[in-house]
């Protein structure tokens, strides 16, 4: 099945400091791969997604790009601000098969954003 | 308004008491599935549904139920709870089992 290694946190930054969560994962074939975020309190939101390789996801913002050779989806914010204080989590979609409907999360990466 | 909820939000129990976290989603979405939050262990998949009356086991089955007799409807039923199924469950659902478009707000359960 998929795993997904994601920068370990808490990351904590300044408002309009640049920000890079690392992912790397490891799939069956070529999954799409998203960026999920958990605001406190809340459920997780799709944040942004890119379906092959080369492919650029964009939201509020953020960006992440599908690196097919490194296989990574980093995902990099230009200048966050202390509203984006959340649990970000990276994810490959499910391998077909018999391992489809299983999607598979990284642990999170927690971000704290300081004015 | 799409979305999927579950009830109850906040749950103390005991060993051994039966116990139902209603999931609904009112978006006709074929895909549900329970996951579990824990500090330092992220998400993990309890159960999932391709659609009605087709569930599967994710990565951490054991002392959980599941039924899909609607398609709206995703149960997550603990028979015996333990106190290690104290933690954070989450509901979601999407048209297909590629993503996951939308979540639940949570059930936070504590077993004593």
């Known amino acids: 099945g998929n795993s997904v290694t994601q920068m370990e946190g808490p990351v904590t930054l300044s408002e309009e400091a640049f920000l890079t969560i690392n992912c790397t994962y490891t799939a069956t074939g070529y999954p799409s791969l998203f960026w999920y975020v958990q605001y406190p309190g809340e459920g997780l939101q799709l944040l942004l997604k890119?379906?092959?390789?080369?492919d650029k996801g964009s939201n509020k913002g953020f960006e992440a790009t599908y690196r097919k050779e490194t296989t990574s989806f980093h995902l990099e914010k230009g200048s966050v601000q202390v509203s984006d204080s959340a649990v970000y989590f990276c994810?490959?979609?499910?391998?077909?098969?018999?391992?489809?409907?299983?999607?598979?999360f990284g642990q999170g990466t927690i971000l704290t954003v300081h004015p | 308004e799409a979305q999927v909820t579950q009830n109850p939000r906040y749950l103390i129990t005991v060993t051994g008491k039966k116990l139902t976290v209603t999931c609904s989603q009112n978006?006709?979405?074929?895909?549900m599935s329970w996951y579990r939050q824990d500090p330092g262990l992220g998400l993990r998949q309890i159960y999932y549904?391709?659609?009605?009356?087709?569930?599967d086991k994710g990565d951490v089955p054991e002392g959980y139920k599941v039924s899909r007799k609607e398609k709206r409807n995703f149960p997550l039923i603990l028979e015996s709870p333990s106190p290690n199924q104290t933690s954070l469950y989450f509901c979601?659902?999407?048209?297909?089992?590629?993503?996951?478009?939308?979540f639940g707000p949570g059930t936070r359960l504590t077993v004593l």
């Open positions: 978006m006709n979405h074929e895909y």
């Open positions: 549904s391709m659609n009605v009356e087709v569930t």
């Open positions: 890119a379906t092959k390789a080369d």
């Open positions: 979601a659902s999407s048209p297909s089992g590629f993503d996951l478009s939308y």
């Open positions: 994810a490959p979609s499910p391998a077909g098969g018999t391992s489809y409907g299983k999607l598979t």
